[in-house]
T-cell receptor, first 112, second 114 residues
Framework: GENVEQHPSTLSVQEGDSAVIKCTYSDSASNYFPWYKQELGKRPQLIIDIRSNVGEKKDQRIAVTLNKTAKHFSLHITETQPEDSAVYFCAASLFGNEKLTFGTGTRLTIIP | DAGVIQSPRHEVTEMGQEVTLRCKPISGHNSLFWYRQTMMRGLELLIYFNNNVPIDDSGMPEDRFSAKMPNASFSTLKIQPSEPRDSAVYFC????????????FGQGTRLTVV
């Protein structure tokens, strides 16, 4: 089955700086890659996703890049703000299969 | 829509007791997932239903765990008998079956087995 690895497990950045979280996946057939944000004590919520037919997607301060050849994808957050502090999870799945395999999460802390 | 609704929000039970967690998915969603979240293991998929039929239960840790989805608007996850190592946050999530779409999570049930 699919295996998703996520790095780093913790990340601290100064407010205003950029943060990058990286994930690799094992199944070359995977073609859907969402990112979820989980604030303390709350549910995971989708913040951005990318499908394998594109290499990059942006939504304001958040971007995701995908390298299908290397089987890795990354989340980029620019101009970080205190409210970006949370745990971020990457995930991967195959088209037509609803099963998401999650990475182990990255705890991002924004230092004011 | 009120989103995915889980109950109870918190459950404290004694070891050996039966625990039942409940989930109401978003109306119209065809897929339902049960996840367990712990500090050590992160988010683990326990079981996944599509159109009320269990598709993949390979994540169910032991025979003590069972899940049902008797209709499109209700699912249960049962642990019998419960053990302290079952303590975790259990999330239910649902998604529309249009291929790969967003999974909407419920608020979770924090289970503590003492």
């Amino acid at each position: 089955g699919e295996n998703v690895e996520q790095h780093p497990s913790t990340l601290s950045v100064q407010e205003g700086d950029s943060a990058v979280i990286k994930c690799t996946y094992s199944d070359s057939a995977s073609n859907y890659f969402p990112w979820y944000k989980q604030e303390l004590g709350k549910r995971p919520q989708l913040i951005i996703d990318i499908r394998s037919n594109v290499g990059e997607k942006k939504d304001q301060r958040i971007a995701v890049t995908l390298n299908k050849t290397a089987k890795h994808f990354s989340l980029h957050i620019t101009e970080t703000q205190p409210e970006d502090s949370a745990v971020y999870f990457c995930a991967a799945s195959l088209f037509g299969n609803e099963k998401l395999t999650f990475g182990t999460g990255t705890r991002l802390t924004i230092i004011p | 829509d009120a989103g995915v609704i889980q109950s109870p929000r918190h459950e404290v039970t004694e070891m050996g007791q039966e625990v039942t967690l409940r989930c109401k998915p978003i109306s119209g969603h065809n897929s339902l997932f049960w996840y367990r979240q712990t500090m050590m293991r992160g988010l683990e998929l326990l079981i996944y239903f599509n159109n009320n039929v269990p598709i993949d239960d390979s994540g169910m840790p032991e025979d003590r765990f069972s899940a049902k989805m008797p209709n499109a608007s209700f699912s249960t996850l049962k642990i019998q008998p419960s053990e302290p190592r079952d303590s975790a946050v259990y999330f239910c999530a649902s998604s529309a079956h249009w291929g790969n779409t967003e999974a909407f999570f419920g608020q979770g049930t924090r289970l503590t087995v003492v």
